[in-house]
């Protein structure tokens, strides 16, 4: 399996996600945003995270429209598996690959502390491994995290079963706790925790492994 | 020619940046501040000089970039 991790000028989660990804045996190549192609034979698009542009404008608003940024929308349009974490989300929210829109944190601050996420589905390809109602801890690092869309577009979200994760308590306002959404084909997914900061027992936690070692296996059994 | 964009959250959309400003100025004694909304300005020179074209342009420059049109509105002067 091949995965693709982006990397903008102000990312800092791009060499932690390829680890994720490497680790859990899947071959990584790194993609700069000015590149406006994808290598061939990519399976998986990683959209790390970090400060990408200086967070101008808005949380991954350049990033959205960047060179490469059309080649992940194309990517996703094809049905390609997309992860976005933490700035990455912000970023595909930009793209309009998710709904809705991530908000300064309600309390106004930079969180950065390990949270409890309940599984909220088990239909994905990322959330399948754990299991709806499981309990994982990943960390969170951000100032923007505050997951919001409007009345309809939460109906949506909830009929269709496309929240990936809840806040066991909400740390920045989320509405109905979310920490990580899902697209209609459920292969892209963003998410403000970051599960490639929890991937061997030394970084405090492993519950992330299970999230990469599952992706690693996607191009395998292709 | 310049164009002027306000780009404001929309009505419904909570904003604790404005909030915690207007605590700030309970603090200062300003006690008759019922509600604060912070907003952004962002000033364009444009090079052309046909007016309703440009408004036009700014306004998919608003669409495409300047403004997150799931939570944010925004308005466009031209002078």
């Not at chain 1, 403000?192 to 900061?197: A, D, I, K, Y």
């Not at chain 2, 020619?1 to 300003?30: N, S, T, W, Y």
């Amino acid at each position: 399996m091949k995965a693709a991790i982006i990397t903008f000028p102000g990312s800092n989660c791009d060499r932690d996600l390829a680890m994720g990804f490497e680790k859990a045996g899947a071959e990584v190549v790194r993609v700069w945003h000015k590149d406006t192609e994808l290598p061939a034979g990519v399976d998986v698009i990683g959209v790390p995270g970090g400060f990408s542009y200086g967070d101008y404008l808005r949380c991954g608003a350049i990033a959205s429209r960047s060179p490469i940024g059309q080649a992940v929308s194309d990517f996703a349009a094809k049905g390609g598996y997309v992860i976005g974490i933490c700035n990455g989300f912000q970023i595909l929210t930009e793209m309009g690959l998710l709904p809705g829109a991530l908000m300064r944190n309600a309390s106004l601050k930079y969180i950065c502390r390990p949270v409890t996420l309940k599984v909220a589905t088990s239909d994905s390809a990322y959330t399948a491994p754990y299991g709806k109602g499981a309990e994982v801890v990943f960390p969170i690092a951000h100032h923007d995290g505050n997951f919001q869309i409007d009345a309809e577009g939460l109906k949506a979200l909830q009929g269709e079963d496309r929240v990936a994760f809840r806040y066991a308590e909400n740390p920045n306002g989320s509405v109905d706790d979310i920490a990580g959404v899902l697209s209609a084909n459920r292969r892209v997914l963003g998410m403000m925790p970051h599960p490639e900061r929890a991937i061997e027992d030394a970084q405090g936690g492993a519950d992330g492994a299970a999230l990469f070692r599952a992706l690693a296996a996607i191009g395998v059994e292709a | 020619m310049k164009a002027r964009v306000h780009v404001m959250l929309k009505d419904g959309v909570l904003d604790p940046q404005g909030e915690a400003v207007r605590h700030a100025l309970g603090h200062l004694g300003f006690g008759g501040v019922e509600a604060v909304r912070q907003g952004k300005v962002i000033e364009l020179d444009l090079a052309g000089t046909d007016k309703a074209a440009a408004e036009a342009e700014v306004r998919e420059m608003c669409e495409k970039l300047l403004a997150n049109t799931v939570i944010e509105k925004y308005t466009i002067e031209i002078a």
